[in-house]
């Protein structure tokens, strides 16, 4: 599957029965399906300089090709929330100074 993760393959839904948002995908052969992240957790590998992010996640709703059963065990269905989340990550997270300024000035 080569579906490129955009701020329009996904959007943020809230459920009646949940306090966190939920996800449903708006794009692909995952088209209509809702799902919720549970815990992640990003393990930085300082050998290949690399972070990989873990995640856990609850299938809300499926579509008419993948009933809920079957997307907990689809590894496809799996690596596309990771790209997902990862595209969250970057969203939220990944514009940052790596030496931020600030307008305090210290007194010495």
Request: hydrophobic share 30%; net charge neutral.
């Amino acid at each position: 599957m080569k579906t490129k993760v955009t701020e329009d393959t996904f959007k943020f839904v809230e459920r009646a029965s949940a306090d966190l948002y939920s996800i449903k995908i708006l794009k692909g052969r995952f088209k209509g399906v809702i799902y919720t992240y549970g815990k992640v957790s990003l393990n930085e590998d300082k050998e290949s300089d690399q972070l990989g992010v873990n995640f856990q996640y609850a299938v809300e709703e499926g579509n008419r090709r993948y009933p809920k059963e079957m997307l907990n065990k689809n590894l496809k269905f799996k690596e596309f929330l990771s790209k997902i989340l990862i595209y969250i990550l970057n969203e939220e997270y990944g514009q940052y100074d790596e030496y931020p300024t600030t307008d305090i000035k210290e007194n010495m």
